[in-house]
T-cell receptor, first 116, second 112 residues
Framework: GAVVSQHPSRVICKSGTSVKIECRSL??????MFWYRQFPKQSLMLMAT?????????EQGVEKDKFLINHASLTLSTLTVTSAHPEDSSFYIC????????????FGDGTRLSIL | QKEVEQNSGPLSVPEGAIASLNCTYS??????FFWYRQYSGKSPELIMS????GDKEDGRFTAQLNKASQYVSLLIRDSQPSDSATYLC????????????FGTGTRLQVTL
């Protein structure tokens, strides 16, 4: 149980392109999903918290107009990197939180984004 | 002071030995504690969760929590080469509910 699917797994595109990443909880409902970014040899950095049916909460220093998050259903959240530039190249990982007290976060497989 | 601290390693142990991974946290009100394993180029995978003082065992893994010392550890018995990975300690802080605060991870190498 607790499977989180993230798609696509890898994206290579030109500078200025917008890229959409999907995160789905396959066998449970997730009212809360999280989006992380991880640069090489560094730990995960939380970008934003996504709650179903409401606006995402962004961490300090994360541009909400650049990283658009939509959480339209209990099983799907999307992250759109708008007008991506080479410095946006990173490993983007989503996680989903199960319902109930003290539930752990379950992570998707991540999306490796490379902007040329 | 970092909120969650781990020794970056690498921690090298021979196959079959016990690997001991340690983590300290600064906020005494931290409530939930997790160990994740991350292979190179992959996303984190939940290994253990622990919420109260003491030991929690699951197969070859044992998590130990000492809230008085603000210390959580992960023991891996009979270490295998496939255990070689980075182990991330994560805690939830009282004021941020379900958000995880991660340590920088300890890289474990299990040698043949």
């Amino acid at each position: 149980g607790a499977v989180v699917s993230q798609h696509p797994s890898r994206v290579i595109c030109k500078s200025g392109t917008s890229v959409k990443i999907e995160c789905r909880s396959l066998d449970f409902q997730a009212t809360t999903m999280f989006w992380y970014r991880q640069f090489p040899k560094q730990s995960l950095m939380l970008m934003a918290t996504s709650n179903e049916g409401s606006k995402a909460t962004y961490e300090q220093g994360v541009e909400k107009d650049k990283f658009l998050i939509n959480h339209a259903s209990l099983t799907l959240s999307t992250l759109t990197v708008t007008s991506a530039h080479p410095e946006d190249s990173s490993f983007y990982i989503c996680s989903a939180l199960g319902q109930g007290a003290r539930q752990p976060q379950h992570f998707g497989d991540g999306t490796r984004l490379s902007i040329l | 002071q970092k909120e969650v601290e781990q020794n970056s390693g690498p921690l090298s142990v021979p196959e079959g030995a016990i690997a001991s991974l340690n983590c300290t946290y600064s906020d005494r009100g931290s409530q939930s504690f997790f160990w994740y394993r991350q292979y190179s180029g992959k996303s984190p995978e939940l290994i253990m969760s622990i919420y109260s003082n003491g030991d929690k065992e699951d197969g070859r893994f044992t998590a130990q929590l000492n809230k008085a010392s603000q210390y959580v550890s992960l023991l891996i018995r009979d270490s295998q080469p496939s255990d070689s990975a980075t182990y991330l300690c994560a805690v939830t802080l009282p004021e941020t509910a379900s958000k995880l605060t991660f340590g920088t991870g300890t890289r474990l190498q299990v040698t043949l």
